[in-house]
């Protein structure tokens, strides 16, 4: 089935610094959303955004959504140690009952 | 507090030796479903049941059953399991196929 692809995969930046996380896709989808795995653990929410919606804030977390270009970013503002994990992006596919998840970004924060 | 509950964590099986992981969950989300994680292949969905008695087939079915008898639990068995089956393997519970998704902490299996 269609999966995002997240860009890049692997990324490594110094404490502070902002982390931008890209997704890009390839259906009609409902809603697009994010989540944070800590090595090997169970994949944690972050945040979804609708179809109808074009950017949306959580905290440090930063999403938009392009609809047109079929593309969706992940801001993490100020980042910390603690921000290091993979980040997957997972589309609602319209018509599909299920997420679609794509292959991750891996993020590394170094102190 | 809401959560998903696999277990067990890790399992080290031999290659068509029946097994079972479980899966349990609080939160009474209609839709539940079961992932596979492989290093490379991200995230695919094996099975997801809509509701109790209700399961349908994800992208990854080949060798693995399913049931949903009753609305919290959703077990995942293996009836002849193969060393191509060893992976992380995740449960997830939601109100809907487009919602939030809960997973639990993993099963890690090996098949030797």
């Known amino acids: 089935s269609q999966q995002g692809e997240e860009d890049p995969q692997a990324l490594s930046i110094q404490e502070g610094e902002n982390a931008t996380m890209n997704c890009s896709y390839k259906?009609?989808?409902?809603?697009l959303q994010w989540y944070r795995q800590n090595s090997g653990r169970g994949l944690v929410h972050l945040i979804l955004i609708r179809s109808n919606e074009r950017e949306k804030h959580s905290g440090r977390l930063r999403v938009t959504l392009d609809t047109s270009k079929k593309s969706s970013s992940l801001l993490i503002t100020a980042s910390r140690a603690a921000d290091t994990a993979s980040y997957f992006c997972?589309?609602?596919?319209?018509?599909?009952?299920?997420?679609?998840f794509g292959q991750g970004t891996r993020l590394t924060i170094n102190p | 507090e809401a959560q998903v509950t696999q277990n067990p964590r890790y399992l080290i099986t031999v290659t068509g030796k029946k097994l079972t992981v479980t899966c349990s969950q609080n939160?009474?989300?209609?839709?539940m479903s079961w992932y596979r994680q492989d290093p490379g292949l991200g995230l695919r969905q094996i099975y997801y049941?809509?509701?109790?008695?209700?399961?349908d087939k994800g992208d990854v079915p080949e060798g693995y059953k399913v049931s949903r008898k009753e609305k919290r639990n959703f077990p995942l068995i293996l009836e002849s399991p193969s060393p191509n089956q060893t992976s992380l393997y995740f449960c997830?519970?939601?109100?809907?196929?487009?919602?939030?998704?809960?997973f639990g902490q993993g099963t890690r299996l090996t098949v030797v």
């Open positions: 997830a519970s939601s109100l809907g196929g487009f919602s939030e998704a809960f």
């Open positions: 997972a589309t609602a596919d319209q018509g599909a009952q299920k997420l679609v």
């Open positions: 049941s809509m509701n109790v008695e209700v399961t």
């Open positions: 259906t009609s989808i409902n809603n």
């Open positions: 939160m009474n989300h209609e839709y």
